[in-house]
T-cell receptor, first 108, second 117 residues
Framework: EDKVVQSPLSLVVHEGDTVTLNCSYEVTNFRSLLWYKQEKKAPTFLFMLTSSGIEKKSGRLSSILDKKELFSILNITATQTGDSAVYLCGYNTDKLIFGTGTRLQVFP | GAGVSQSPSNKVTEKGKDVELRCDPISGHTALYWYRQSLGQGLEFLIYFQGNSAPDKSGLPSDRFSAERTGGSVSTLTIQRTQQEDSAVYLC???????????????FGPGTRLTVT
């Protein structure tokens, strides 16, 4: 059965800290991986990864995929309170399978 | 331009009643997706439309759930004889490229919070 596991489930840090969120998967017929940020209801798109070893960056956020070891990480450097959210990882196979997310809380 | 919109934003209904949830995708987006997010859970895929047809309905949790899309635009998710376990946030997303599995960015609506009492 396809599944996605995100860790940690929650994370509490102070502004300026760097965090690494993990996403591992066991899926068949992998096509791509997506990261979303969910602050209230609607998730907002962050990254789509299809190739192993190629880092994608957007400001203080970056992500990389390892298709051999079946995981992806999302890094956030110099965290700000506005980064507080649930970060969702989803794998695109024959269906889109999401993990339960990592809840990040950034305190001043 | 306008994003994905959903209505109502909140719906409280009694167990056994039918509910309809509406999604207006971004204009020109050919693909439309419905997800459900229960408390503390990740996003659960329900159904996907390419144009007006739904190639994959396997995510619908039971035959009480149905969805339709008309004119390649608005979609309605209907839940008949609601049960308490149907309580969740129902999210709709659309994407520009028609195609499944999902290859491109999806734009999510604000969701409908359904509470079944």
């Amino acid at each position: 059965e396809d599944k996605v596991v995100q860790s940690p489930l929650s994370l509490v840090v102070h502004e300026g800290d760097t965090v690494t969120l993990n996403c591992s998967y066991e899926v068949t017929n992998f096509r791509s991986l997506l990261w979303y940020k969910q602050e209230k209801k609607a998730p907002t798109f962050l990254f789509m990864l299809t190739s192993s070893g190629i880092e994608k960056k957007s400001g203080r956020l970056s992500s990389i995929l390892d298709k051999k070891e079946l995981f992806s990480i999302l890094n956030i450097t110099a965290t700000q309170t506005g980064d507080s959210a649930v970060y969702l990882c989803g794998y695109n196979t024959d269906k889109l399978i999401f993990g339960t997310g990592t809840r990040l809380q950034v305190f001043p | 331009g306008a994003g994905v919109s959903q209505s109502p934003s909140n719906k409280v209904t009694e167990k056994g009643k039918d509910v309809e949830l509406r999604c207006d995708p971004i204009s020109g987006h050919t693909a439309l997706y419905w997800y459900r997010q229960s408390l503390g859970q990740g996003l659960e895929f329900l159904i996907y439309f390419q144009g007006n047809s739904a190639p994959d309905k396997s995510g619908l949790p039971s035959d009480r759930f149905s969805a339709e899309r008309t004119g390649g635009s608005v979609s309605t998710l209907t839940i008949q004889r609601t049960q308490q376990e149907d309580s969740a946030v129902y999210l709709c997303a659309s994407s520009f490229l028609a195609g499944y599995p999902i290859s491109y960015e999806q734009y999510f609506g604000p969701g409908t919070r359904l509470t079944v009492t």
